[in-house]
């Protein structure tokens, strides 16, 4: 086989390249000489296309060596392999590689993913082959100043060719209202491009390994091509006239991006002046690939300047929101590993706004928050869902009561971003399933507390007026309130009654029974002081409003006493007229409800037999349900007879045998019964008797 058309097995030079760190002396130099003068000898079948998009790309492709994507990887783990045994090399085949290795640098036409490893292994073989550590910092400035160097001539000449032929351009494109065609290119200057884009690469490669190399003649290009697409003329007060790179070359608008962000990594006074500039172009960029690398740098910067980047951190975790996944899940798993590493604290909006991506429609992303708030989270900040509970059901609405002031256009429109408002299916069940998964982070006393926040700072917010109950935000808000107070997950269970496994368990452990008797009288006491009496007054205040959110309260007070109905009278000793109607309200709310749901349940049958004993045994087993069952079921067995006798149908009466009444008058034909001849005293009789055919007896 031809070796142009062979390649190692997959991860073999992989494997290789991190064994060979361990074992340095095992890997034979011979071996890796060959299979490197292999890998450099012959070109890649495939061919890269031109940055420039295909309107004014040449049609002749730019021919790289080792383009393959394959071929590339291969060479930068073999290469690795290379630096890991470089101290067991001969001082010649040493001196050589080196050599080869700084010739591919500087032709600039080299694989993008190739560039960091050549540099590192050159950096390896000067380290590693200099006698002191002064010689070898020399030999890397060396090296890193001449790559530099030619570097910037690439750059500079390039951009000069852009310049110019925008320039002509200009001259030749009439100035109207017509959009301006964006100039073709010539191949000569297509193929400098792909090598200025390698160059500026490059750049960032070398400032990494040695940062304090000399930037000065580099910077103001690089600034003229990342402002190319800013319309703000202080951005690009320091440069002539504007080239439009972003238009032009989008390929080297993004790689300058990524080689300013390197060198303001090595240059704390370049970061501090040029972070604007990246939050900017963070917020307005339409490139989804410029957003996901400049999320990185912003994560390094962090790291680097943490008190630097603090003041962004509402502009980055934007970035959450993200319409490209990609860029949402680099954002998440970035600032996931800041929290964790304590370089951003988990205060303000961030953990507000981490809330959403348990709803993500990646589901990717759900697993990973999932994992996030469920382990590491829970373990880290065991008070933060507890602290920030209601806080989120504000947020998650949009609703800015709690705040008591107005925001701007801008905050509103972030507000909006990370909100799920709506009352429809979706955005309910959403929030109710962000909500579910904080409760379950908490302990059991910590639910007891949010039970009693919720009540104070909602409910009762709501009887005091403090929210308006005709916004549909805060309607929205109260009946979250609602259904997180009667879900399954804010409640403790508690055994009512004696058992005897409950003796058993008394018995057993003292003071775990101990805690669970307290936990109990707990949520009594929070009940008796704190619930009841705010749903009572906020029930008055939402039926003087007729509000529809009194079936949801209804619903939360029957879920809440349904386990205390035995102790309803304890609780609301103090208030007997209280206790009564309370009692009254509930009763008479779920007799209407069984109502509801029989007369629903019949109504959705087509035709109902006037024999349904066959039905009974599906009735529901709850006593109020059945009870209402049974009279839609007889009423409607009365109707259906009444309509068969009216229409003449055969009854199960008229196979009865029922004694006839004689005839008044004896010898009166059979005749003169069809005329209806019948006395006036039994018809008066007749009319004066009650219908049968009614529903409203009650």
Request: glycine content about 4%.
């Amino acid at each position: 086989m031809p070796i142009e058309k062979w390649t190692a097995p997959p991860g073999a030079w992989f494997l290789l390249s991190e064994v060979s760190a361990f074992l340095s002396k095992a890997v034979d130099w011979e071996f890796l000489h060959h299979h490197w003068q292999l890998l450099d000898k012959y070109k890649s079948v495939g061919q890269l296309q031109s940055p420039l998009p295909g309107e004014y790309a040449g049609k002749d492709k730019i021919d790289l060596e080792s383009s393959s994507v394959d071929w590339a990887r291969d060479r930068v783990f073999l290469l690795q392999a290379i630096s890991n045994v470089s101290m067991e090399l001969p001082p010649e085949p040493a001196a050589d590689l080196a050599q080869n290795l700084l010739q591919r640098l500087e032709g600039f036409n080299m694989h993008t993913t190739e560039v960091n490893a050549h540099v590192k292994g050159l950096r390896t073989l000067c380290r590693r082959k200099a006698s002191g550590q002064e010689e070898a910092d020399n030999l890397v400035m060396r090296w890193v100043n001449q790559l530099q160097s030619k570097a910037s001539k690439v750059l500079d000449m390039c951009m000069s060719e852009i310049s110019d032929a925008d320039r002509i351009s200009a001259l030749l494109t009439p100035q109207s209202t017509v959009r301006r065609k964006e100039p073709r290119m010539s191949d000569t200057v297509s193929k400098l491009l792909a090598n200025t884009i390698i160059a500026v690469y490059t750049i960032g490669s070398l400032v990494i390994i040695c940062p304090s190399a000399n930037l000065e003649t580099i910077v103001p290009t690089i600034h003229a091509i990342i402002t190319s697409g800013n319309s703000d003329p202080k951005s690009r007060k320091q440069t002539g006239p504007v080239v439009r790179v972003k238009q032009i070359a989008p390929s080297l608008y993004l790689q300058a991006w990524l080689a300013m962000g390197k060198i303001c990594l090595a240059d704390g006074k370049l970061a501090k002046r040029y972070l604007p500039l990246f939050v900017q172009e963070l917020e307005k960029s339409e490139s989804a690939a410029l957003r996901n690398n400049i999320v990185v740098m912003m994560a390094d910067f962090c790291v680097r300047y943490t008190a630097m980047v603090d003041c962004y951190m509402s502009k980055i975790t934007k970035c959450l929101r993200d319409p490209c996944e990609v860029v949402r899940k680099q954002t998440f798993i970035l600032l996931s590993r800041l929290l964790q590493r304590d370089y951003v604290k988990w205060r303000g909006v961030l953990f507000l706004r981490f809330l959403l991506c348990l709803v993500d429609d990646s589901e990717n992303i759900r697993q990973l928050a999932d994992f996030l708030f469920g382990n590491i989270l829970k373990a880290k900040a065991p008070l933060l869902a507890y602290n920030s509970f209601v806080e989120s059901v504000f947020v998650l609405n949009d609703c800015n009561a709690h705040t008591g002031r107005s925001n701007t256009n801008n905050s509103r429109n972030e507000n909006r971003l990370f909100s799920i408002r709506g009352n429809d299916e979706k955005s309910r069940s959403q929030r109710m399933h962000i909500y579910a998964t904080l409760l379950k982070q908490m302990a059991p006393e910590h639910l007891l507390a949010t039970f009693a926040k919720v009540c104070a700072e909602i409910l009762a917010a709501a009887s005091d007026g403090l929210l308006i109950l005709e916004d549909t935000t805060s309607q929205s808000v109260l009946q979250d309130a609602f259904l997180v107070l009667s879900s399954k997950e804010i409640r403790i269970q508690t055994n009512h009654g004696p058992s005897s496994e409950a003796v058993d368990v008394e018995e057993e452990g003292g003071d775990s029974a101990k805690n669970g008797r307290a936990i109990t009288q707990a949520v009594r006491k929070g009940l008796i002081q704190n619930a009841i009496p705010i749903f009572i007054e906020l029930k008055r205040l939402l039926e003087s409003k007729n509000s529809p959110l009194i079936g949801s309260l209804m619903d939360c007070l029957r879920i809440l006493l349904k386990d205390y109905k035995s102790e309803i009278e304890d609780m609301l000793v103090a208030d007997r007229q209280l206790q009564k109607e309370l009692i009254y309200d509930i009763q008479k709310y779920e007799s209407m409800k069984a109502k509801n749901t029989a007369a629903n349940m019949y109504r959705s049958e087509a035709y109902l037999s006037p024999y349904a004993a066959a039905k009974s045994k599906k009735l529901p087993e709850n006593v109020k349900v059945a009870s209402a069952v049974a009279d839609a079921v007889a009423a409607a067995t009365a109707r259906s007879v009444l309509r068969e006798v009216n229409n003449g149908a055969s009854t199960p009466l008229s196979a009865m045998n029922v004694p006839k009444l004689k005839s008044r008058t004896v010898g009166q034909n059979w005749e003169s019964n069809l005329r209806g001849d019948r006395p006036v005293g039994v018809i008066e009789s007749l009319r004066r008797r009650q219908s049968f055919d009614t529903d409203d007896e009650n």
